[in-house]
């Protein structure tokens, strides 16, 4: 259940960057499927970690982008199915070009002081 | 009330980064080498570290931390060997972070230490986003686990600096397509060195070339291969 360690890791680094006088009311991440977090079990996560921090009811958007593999022999770049598809080609060896991603991509916020009309 | 949406793009574990970044700077002014081990719960990492400690324990100043979920157990068992090890229990934590690494640390006397060997959480996922400042990853598997534990997590493999197979002696007596696990690995990482090992048949020679090969002090400690 690492993605109560991620929600924490989420947290801290939000902490840096939350503006003052700002209300967090959602945040954007995009992590790859190498990474094995369940989307779904991150929600939850989030969910308890934000309402720890004050940050009750914002919204986690998760990305989760496909598999993007490269062959190792002739180039081919393609998104298998599963990250254990070979190349049409037949070569074994693939580079992982996408699908290992682990990022913050933003925070939505919103003044906590209403602006003047 | 204005909402508007503010860029970050960091990497989610940046401040876990930040401190195994600090972890290393503190290794690397040590002299130590530093491995973190990875596996599942009976793998037999704990088992390949008692004979690690005994077949090198003369000629390299050998420290372990070692992470659990609860219990010192493996601790007690790696203790016999060595003075050199520290125990970290995570609780529900399934793996090691660099911020516990660091606190271990601080009951390691780094300067009587050569190789400082992690044996992470037992754990095939959870442990390998984090870093803890580590020279090499190693990621551990076993014949008994089934063929198929390589392609089914390939952030192990692909950070993997070194892969074991272990219990090979239990390969008569259990279905393992051998090729096929040697295949998923080169799939995804073909740089990375595969040792198969049978750790309670003491047979774990490569291991311990590959550990006094790569160890910082290779050069200071060339007679180890030549004495063993």
């Not at chain 2, 401040?15 to 700077?25: G, T």
């Not at chain 2, 970290?88 to 390691?108: M, P, S």
């Not at chain 2, 959870?126 to 089914?152: I, R, T, W, Y």
């Not at chain 2, 550990?211 to 291969?225: F, G, P």
Request: glycine share 6%; with cysteine.
């Amino acid at each position: 259940m690492h993605e109560v360690s991620i929600a924490e890791s989420l947290a801290d680094l939000i902490r840096r960057h939350l503006p003052p006088h700002q209300h967090l009311i959602g945040i954007t991440v995009r992590i790859g499927p190498i990474h094995g977090v369940v989307p779904e079990s991150l929600e939850m996560a989030w969910n308890v970690v934000s309402e720890k921090e004050g940050w009750s009811g914002s919204q986690l958007h998760v990305i989760t982008p496909p598999w993007r593999l490269r062959c190792g022999a002739c180039g081919r770049c393609w998104e298998p199915v599963t990250v254990d598809e070979h190349c049409t080609c037949g070569s074994p060896h693939a580079d992982i070009m996408a699908g290992d991603e682990f990022v913050l991509e933003s925070i939505d916020v919103e003044s906590a002081v209403n602006c003047p009309q | 009330m204005m909402s508007h949406k503010v860029p970050i793009v960091e990497n989610v574990l940046k401040l876990n980064d930040e401190l195994a970044l600090q972890n290393r700077e503190v290794f690397q002014r040590a002299g130590v080498f530093v491995v973190d081990l990875i596996g599942s719960p009976g793998a037999g990492k704990t088992s390949l570290l008692e004979l690690t400690l005994r077949e090198l324990g003369n000629f390299l100043n050998i420290g372990v931390i070692v992470g659990d979920p609860a219990t010192c157990r493996d601790g007690d068992r790696l203790a016999a060997h060595s003075s050199n090890i520290v125990q970290v229990n995570t609780g529900t934590g399934c793996h090691l972070d660099a911020n516990q690494v660091r606190h271990a640390l601080d009951k390691l006397n780094l300067s009587d230490i050569d190789l400082l060997i992690i044996e992470n959480v037992g754990n095939l996922i959870c442990p390998v986003s984090f870093n803890l400042g580590q020279d090499c990853k190693v990621g551990m598997f076993s014949v008994s686990e089934g063929d198929d534990k390589a392609a089914k997590h390939p952030n192990l493999v692909v950070s993997a600096d070194l892969l074991l197979l272990n219990k090979m002696d239990l390969l008569p007596y259990i279905p393992f397509d051998l090729p096929r696990f040697r295949q998923d690995i080169q799939h995804l990482n073909r740089d990375a060195q595969l040792l198969e090992l049978s750790v309670l048949s003491n047979q774990a020679k490569p291991w311990m070339d590959w550990l006094i090969s790569h160890s910082k002090h290779d050069r200071r400690y060339s007679h180890v291969s030549q004495q063993r």
